[in-house]
C-alpha cells in the first residue's frame, strides 16, 4: 500500500508542471507593475497552485516596461530549448498582469485552467493582497522632479532692447528706445546700455521747450530673482531747443554725466520692467532773457519694459 501511495504521489507531481519565473521591472514600471510574489499569485488564481518551481527544467522570463503604454514581454524556455515569446500590452499595468498571468499559466499548464483548484499553500500570496499592492503603487505620488541645475559658472553674453518713459528731464515727459549688452554669470550681470530719448514741446515759461538726450551708462546688477537691483554711472548728451524766447543760442546742448539705481522685476523668463532713479550732474536749467524759467528733477525717474536676449538666468 505504501509503494502505491508512493506511485500515486509522483503521478500527481508529474501531472502538475512547473516553471521557474524571473520577473524584471523597468525603471519606469517600478511603481506601477507587479514585482515577483505578485504576479505568482495572479498566475496561482488562475491555476490553483504555485507552479513555480526554483529547480524546474521550464525557464518563465517576463519584463515589464513602461513606453507610450505598458508592455510586457512574456518568453518561455522549453527543457529541449525550443522557446516562445509573446509581447502584450496596456494603459494599466494591472490589467496588463491580468494578461500576463493568463499567458504564463496557458505556457506553463494549459490543462490546468480546466482542472479543479487546489487549495493554496499558508505561504503563498493571496490576489486580494497583490491587488491592494497595485492600488498602493497606483496611488503613489509621482516621483519628485530633479532640481534646476544651477546656472553656468562662466560669463554668458545677453542683452535686449527696451522702452522708457522719463520723467523730470525736460519739460514735458520723453519717450524713447535703449539696448543693453554686456555678461551674465551665476547672480551677478554687467552690461553697457545706450538709449535715446524725445520729448515734444513743453511750456517753459513764455516758450514752448523741446527737449533730446543720447547716452551710454556702464551698470553692475546683483539679482535675486524675480528681482534685480542694478547701478549706473554714464554720460548723456543732453539738447534743448525753443521756439522762442532763448536768448543765445536757440538750441543748446550739453554734455552730462550721471549716476542711477535701478530695480526691475522679471514679468516671465524674458520679460521685465523696472524703475530708475537718475542724478544728473550738473542739472540742466533752461535760462530765457537772463532768468532761469526750468530745472530738471533734482532725482530723475525713469520707467523702463524691456526684453531679455540671450543667457537667462
Known amino acids: 500500500m505504501i509503494a502505491a501511495a508512493v506511485m500515486v504521489a509522483a ?27 505578485a504576479l505568482t499569485a495572479l498566475v496561482m488564481r488562475r491555476l490553483g497552485r504555485d507552479p513555480f518551481d526554483p529547480l524546474a527544467a521550464r525557464k518563465a522570463f517576463v519584463r515589464f516596461e513602461r513606453k507610450r503604454s505598458f ?69 503613489a505620488p509621482a516621483p519628485t522632479p530633479a532640481p534646476r541645475p544651477p546656472p553656468p559658472d562662466h ?17 514735458s515727459v520723453m519717450l524713447g528706445v535703449g539696448v543693453d549688452a554686456g555678461f551674465v554669470r551665476r547672480d551677478w550681470r554687467l552690461a553697457l546700455r545706450a538709449e535715446t530719448l524725445f520729448s515734444s514741446p513743453g511750456e517753459a515759461g513764455a516758450s514752448l521747450v523741446a527737449a533730446s538726450s543720447a547716452g551710454l551708462a556702464l551698470g553692475a546688477c546683483y539679482r535675486a530673482l524675480p528681482l534685480e537691483a542694478c547701478v549706473r554711472v554714464g554720460i548723456t548728451s543732453w ?21 542711477a539705481l535701478a530695480a526691475t522685476l522679471a514679468a516671465g523668463p524674458r520679460a521685465y520692467v523696472g524703475v530708475e532713479l537718475l542724478v544728473p550732474l550738473p542739472r540742466p536749467v533752461l535760462v530765457v532773457d537772463g532768468a532761469d524759467v526750468w530745472r530738471a528733477w533734482p532725482v530723475v525717474l525713469a520707467l523702463t519694459v524691456g526684453a531679455r536676449l540671450g543667457a537667462t538666468p
Open 11 to 37: 503521478a500527481l507531481v508529474a501531472a502538475d508542471p512547473t516553471a521557474v519565473l524571473v520577473s524584471e521591472r523597468a525603471p519606469d514600471a517600478l511603481a506601477a507593475c507587479p514585482d515577483a510574489p
Open 71 to 139: 508592455v510586457a514581454v512574456v518568453r518561455v524556455r522549453e527543457p529541449d530549448g525550443r522557446e516562445g515569446t509573446r509581447t502584450l500590452g496596456d494603459r494599466s499595468c494591472q490589467a496588463l498582469a491580468e494578461q500576463v498571468a493568463l499567458a504564463l499559466a496557458v505556457a506553463i499548464d494549459p490543462l490546468g485552467l480546466d482542472r479543479p483548484h487546489f487549495v493554496r499553500p499558508a505561504w503563498a500570496v493571496r490576489p486580494a493582497e497583490a491587488d491592494e499592492t497595485f492600488r498602493r503603487r497606483r496611488a
Open 155 to 171: 560669463w554668458a553674453l545677453a542683452g535686449g532692447p527696451s522702452l522708457g518713459v522719463r520723467l523730470g528731464f525736460a519739460p
Open 239 to 259: 539738447t534743448i531747443a525753443a521756439s522762442e524766447g532763448l536768448t543765445v543760442p536757440v538750441e543748446a546742448t550739453r554734455l552730462l554725466g550721471f549716476g
